[in-house]
């Protein structure tokens, strides 16, 4: 994972050197593999194991500072303006794999001008080694960088039916991908598709015939949750990966998918203009399942860690981790309760 170190001061303050964050970061269990300077930034190499998916953003990075640090972190609200008219009398999502792709969140923005992007847009994912391709593209890759969901940006009017179906590819079927080759998908592999062929192979990448170009003016955003087993296979089997798929073969947070669909619209709206239409596509299980307490028995503490963490200090890095806890005080024998976050 690359971090921009002036990207991730964005969402938390820090008054200490890159070298002292990214120490501690290491420490915390984010290994440092290099820093580089990069023209007015840094960029930061840190390994992130495949246990800690959450920090495949600059969000999730920014959590751990800021409670390394104990500063505040600020995420972005995404807020967005609609159109007013309904996105569910433009398009439709079906989802007829749902072991492939539980959830799948789509919406759709009219009347975007596809063109260079702005300075501050450019020059983060340039910092972190990714080439600006236009506006709406680079708009699907920050967001990725930003919090660790992919995206995929469709030509609304080059999906034909103009709808999705996920669905597993057909024996046979080949899709031209927008690294400009042809694959052959097998019935294991899941398909994003229109009314009549596959668009996308789905969490890996998307299709040549309905990219982001010059003359596209209606997009519709994919935000997706994909079997993670899935993914590893086809990526492999394909001989062909991606950030989506690195991504979404180690899970990602099913929870965030409406705030990051949201958050990408906004910045399209901001760098492309446009009109949303109102509302989303939301297709498959609900976002957010119940999730069971867990417990923290300080008198084991020392036992587990080999060291002592006073109760109080515990308390405060797993709330500011985003666990909730259950109760004001803690059991009589001290063990403290919490819900964990998604």
Same mark, same amino acid.
């Given at each position: 994972?690359?971090?921009?170190?002036?990207?991730?001061?964005?969402?938390?303050?820090?008054?200490?050197?890159?070298?002292?964050?990214?120490?501690?970061?290491?420490?915390?269990?984010?290994?440092?593999?290099?820093?580089?300077?990069?023209?007015?930034?840094?960029?930061?190499?840190?390994?992130?194991?495949?246990?800690?998916?959450?920090?495949?953003?600059?969000?999730?990075?920014?959590?751990?500072?800021?409670?390394?640090?104990?500063?505040?972190?600020?995420?972005?609200?995404?807020?967005?303006?609609?159109?007013?008219?309904?996105?569910?009398?433009?398009?439709?999502?079906?989802?007829?794999s749902p072991d492939l792709c539980p959830r799948y969140v789509a919406r759709v923005i009219r009347g975007v001008k596809i063109g260079p992007s702005p300075?501050?847009?450019?020059?983060?994912?340039?910092?972190?080694?990714?080439?600006?391709?236009?506006?709406?593209?680079?708009?699907?890759?920050?967001?990725?960088?930003?919090?660790?969901?992919?995206?995929?940006?469709?030509?609304?009017?080059?999906?034909? &039916? $103009?709808?999705?179906?996920?669905?597993?590819?057909? !024996? =046979? *079927?080949?899709?031209? /991908?927008?690294?400009?080759?042809?694959?052959t998908l097998t019935p294991d592999m899941c398909a994003i598709c229109d009314a009549e062929r596959p668009v996308a192979v789905a969490g890996v990448m998307?299709?040549?015939?309905?990219?982001?170009?010059?003359?596209?003016?209606?997009?519709?955003?994919?935000?997706?949750?994909?079997?993670?087993?899935?993914?590893?296979?086809?990526?492999?089997?394909?001989?062909?990966?991606?950030?989506?798929?690195?991504?979404?073969?180690?899970?990602?947070?099913?929870?965030?998918?409406?705030?990051?669909?949201?958050?990408?619209?906004?910045?399209?709206?901001?760098?492309? &203009? $446009?009109?949303?239409?109102?509302?989303?596509?939301? !297709? =498959? *299980?609900?976002?957010? /399942?119940?999730?069971?307490?867990?417990?923290?028995?300080?008198?084991?503490?020392?036992?587990?860690?080999?060291?002592?963490?006073?109760?109080?200090?515990?308390?405060?890095?797993?709330?500011?981790?985003?666990?909730?806890?259950?109760?004001?005080?803690?059991?009589?024998?001290?063990?403290?309760?919490?819900?964990?976050?998604?």
């Amino acid at each position: 994972m690359i971090v921009s170190w002036n990207w991730l001061n964005d969402y938390v303050a820090l008054d200490a050197s890159v070298e002292t964050v990214a120490d501690r970061l290491m420490m915390a269990g984010l290994n440092l593999e290099s820093i580089e300077e990069r023209v007015g930034d840094h960029a930061v190499d840190l390994e992130v194991t495949s246990n800690r998916p959450d920090c495949l953003g600059h969000i999730g990075v920014a959590r751990e500072a800021s409670v390394l640090f104990g500063k505040p972190l600020t995420i972005p609200t995404a807020s967005v303006k609609t159109n007013g008219s309904p996105v569910a009398s433009a398009t439709s999502v079906s989802i007829e794999s749902p072991d492939l792709c539980p959830r799948y969140v789509a919406r759709v923005i009219r009347g975007v001008k596809i063109g260079p992007s702005p300075a501050w847009l450019k020059s983060r994912l340039e910092a972190i080694g990714i080439a600006s391709i236009n506006n709406v593209v680079d708009v699907t890759n920050y967001c990725l960088m930003e919090c660790g969901q992919p995206f995929h940006a469709f030509d609304f009017d080059k999906l034909r &039916g $103009g709808r999705i179906v996920v669905r597993r590819a057909r !024996a =046979g *079927e080949k899709i031209n /991908a927008i690294d400009h080759n042809e694959y052959t998908l097998t019935p294991d592999m899941c398909a994003i598709c229109d009314a009549e062929r596959p668009v996308a192979v789905a969490g890996v990448m998307g299709g040549a015939d309905t990219e982001i170009c010059s003359s596209t003016t209606n997009v519709l955003i994919e935000v997706a949750d994909f079997s993670s087993m899935s993914i590893r296979a086809t990526a492999r089997k394909l001989n062909l990966h991606s950030p989506s798929s690195y991504r979404f073969e180690r899970g990602v947070d099913s929870a965030q998918m409406d705030w990051a669909s949201r958050r990408c619209c906004e910045l399209i709206l901001q760098v492309a &203009g $446009g009109e949303l239409l109102d509302g989303s596509i939301w !297709a =498959g *299980e609900p976002a957010v /399942a119940a999730r069971s307490t867990v417990s923290l028995r300080s008198s084991q503490t020392r036992r587990i860690l080999g060291i002592d963490v006073p109760k109080e200090e515990s308390h405060r890095i797993l709330v500011a981790l985003g666990l909730k806890p259950t109760a004001d005080q803690a059991d009589a024998d001290g063990t403290r309760h919490y819900i964990p976050p998604s």
